[in-house]
């Protein structure tokens, strides 16, 4: 890809090829704190994108190239999640909502990485689900349910009451604490859940793991 990217904190894909988006919070009150972050050569992090709450998107590493977002964590029982995914981050601290402007090119975003990269739906995921309990971004003020609307996103319609575990496995998340797994699949999925698992988690999940068995890129 040519152009003129910000950040010099990227490497070689190491024979893989985008087939995961990764999305995150930046953690950081403002665009300008969180672009010097990411373009830090000391901080060793970067991104591929940025999304300021204006909704202006800077591109900060080429997408063939590695960029430093997902760090330890796996999905659908691989690691080294950095060599095959493209991680977007969206200016908030963590605790206020998305803005309009931010979600609106977001939603421009996502649907031109998908359709260059030909990943699915269910290639869309949050930092959270790829490391329960270690990450919690982007957190349960963010719109999931919209992007599964447009087809960005996956989001659970129904299912039976299978066990959750199961399920949380034929999804991708990765072994940790039932509870860490228990949390990020409700961070995402049911932000409002709270104590112990229950019927609606189960069934949300089972509803999930019908659809994850599907490969993650659209058919060539």
Same mark, same amino acid.
């Given at each position: 890809m040519s152009g003129s990217y910000a950040s010099p904190n990227h490497g070689d894909r190491r024979g893989? =090829?985008?087939?995961? !988006?990764?999305?995150h919070y930046t953690g950081m +009150?403002?665009?300008?704190s969180a672009r010097a972050r990411l373009c830090d050569p000391q901080a060793e992090v970067s991104a591929h994108w940025l999304v300021g709450e204006d909704g202006r998107t800077e591109p900060l590493v080429p997408e063939d190239r590695r960029a430093w977002h997902a760090g330890a964590?796996?999905? *659908?029982g691989r690691d080294d999640v950095n060599s095959r995914s493209i991680?977007? +981050? !969206?200016?908030?601290p963590g605790d206020r909502p $998305? @803005?309009?402007?931010?979600?609106?090119? %977001?939603?421009? %975003?996502?649907?031109? !990485?998908?359709a260059r990269w030909r990943i699915g739906a269910d290639g869309v995921i949050g930092h959270s689900d790829m490391a329960p309990g270690r990450k919690f971004d982007p957190g349960p003020r963010f719109d999931w349910e919209r992007l599964a609307r447009q087809g960005l996103a996956s989001w659970p319609v129904a299912g039976p009451d299978l066990p959750l575990a199961e399920s949380l496995d034929a999804i991708g998340y990765p072994p940790a604490d039932p509870q860490a =797994? %228990?949390?990020? $699949? =409700?961070? *995402? $999925? *049911?932000?409002w859940g709270r104590g112990p698992e229950e019927a609606e988690d189960r069934r949300r999940a089972a509803a999930l793991a019908a @659809?994850? =068995?599907r490969p993650a890129r659209l058919p060539a």
């Open positions: 893989q =090829r985008p087939e995961l !988006i990764v999305l +009150e403002d665009a300008a964590g796996a999905w *659908r991680g977007i +981050e !969206i200016v908030n $998305f @803005t309009a402007a931010q979600m609106d090119a %977001l939603v421009a %975003l996502l649907a031109g !990485i998908m =797994r %228990l949390s990020a $699949f =409700r961070l *995402r $999925f *049911r932000p @659809t994850a =068995r």
